[in-house]
């Protein structure tokens, strides 16, 4: 059976709409199923800034070791833990950095993107040529969209009672949301793994920090105990997404990306029918992670 084929079959079994880019790094051989579909990005966005931190860095406009306070204005809903954190805490951009890939910290990484400026994310982006990755929302912005309240401070238990809005920004494929097709992504991650950003020793400082990812449910669900996997989950209701490099020897790395949408209004009123689903979604994505692996370890 090819992989493509494989992963076809995955995806069916899924009753999800996926969009897979699977790479070779090494040999160039590509698997690449509604890749050049666009999908919401959710917390995989969190790349593209991550890579605009790097250049900035590069140009001198900060230094990993300044420490930017937080504040009240600048906290978010989580994901992530700052926005428990005590107003005054002044954590290292390196750290803000790090809590934005490795736990998603949404309130992290809205300090980075007011602090690197929003519209030069996407900038960036398409001046590496990769202008199918749109990143003109904050997380706030986001959450405002799709939410009755955005309001940190608010009382959680409360908010999670409440249906977010699914026909504004936030769920739309288009440019005015983060958006980007798996291809793109897969694009993005190839050139950092190659060290064609800023430099290598910048792309070696991303891969570092995406290495250390701790949100391991999708993508490497059944790789092998201690393979390394750099890359970045997003999920939104009803979207769930990852993307990465699978290091599946020290001579084979993979470059993953899958995009999904399914329909999860059809079990909201069933917290059990929901989970059910949510990890049956998440076994597809591991499912996909592993024959890939498997392809090229």
């Not at 690197?116 to 990755?133: C, F, Q, R, S, Y």
Request: charged share 25%; with cysteine.
């Amino acid at each position: 059976m090819s992989l493509e084929t494989e992963i076809r079959s995955i995806i069916a079994d899924s009753g999800a709409q996926m969009g897979v880019c699977v790479r070779h790094l090494e040999s160039g051989e590509e698997t690449a199923i509604d890749a050049d579909r666009s999908f919401p990005l959710a917390s995989v966005f969190k790349i593209p800034v991550l890579v605009e931190a790097f250049r900035q860095l590069h140009a001198g406009h900060f230094r990993m070791e300044e420490r930017w306070e937080l504040t009240t204005a600048e906290k978010n809903l989580p994901s992530g833990v700052l926005t428990f954190c005590a107003d005054g805490l002044k954590p290292t951009a390196r750290d803000l950095i790090t809590l934005m890939i490795i736990i998603s910290d949404n309130t992290a990484t809205d300090m980075v993107m007011h602090r690197l400026g929003v519209a030069n994310v996407t900038k960036a982006m398409h001046e590496l040529g990769l202008t199918d990755i749109h990143v003109p929302l904050t997380v706030r912005g986001i959450f405002d969209d799709m939410l009755i309240s955005a309001d940190p401070t608010q009382d959680l238990l409360e908010l999670a009672k409440q249906s977010s809005k699914r026909d504004g920004i936030a769920y739309s494929s288009g440019p005015e949301n983060n958006v980007g097709t798996p291809r793109a992504l897969t694009d993005l991650l190839q050139m950092i793994w190659r060290g064609e950003i800023v430099s290598r020793a910048a792309c070696d400082g991303m891969l570092e920090i995406l290495l250390k990812q701790q949100l391991y449910d999708r993508l490497p669900r059944f790789l092998p105990a201690g393979t390394p996997f750099a890359h970045k989950t997003g999920t939104l209701g009803g979207v769930r997404n990852d993307s990465g490099i699978i290091y599946a020897n020290d001579n084979s790395h993979v470059a993953v990306t899958v995009f999904c949408r399914w329909d999860d209004q059809s079990v909201a009123a069933d917290p059990v029918a929901k989970w059910d689903r949510i990890v049956a979604i998440d076994s597809a994505f591991g499912k996909i992670g592993l024959a890939a692996y498997e392809q090229y370890k």
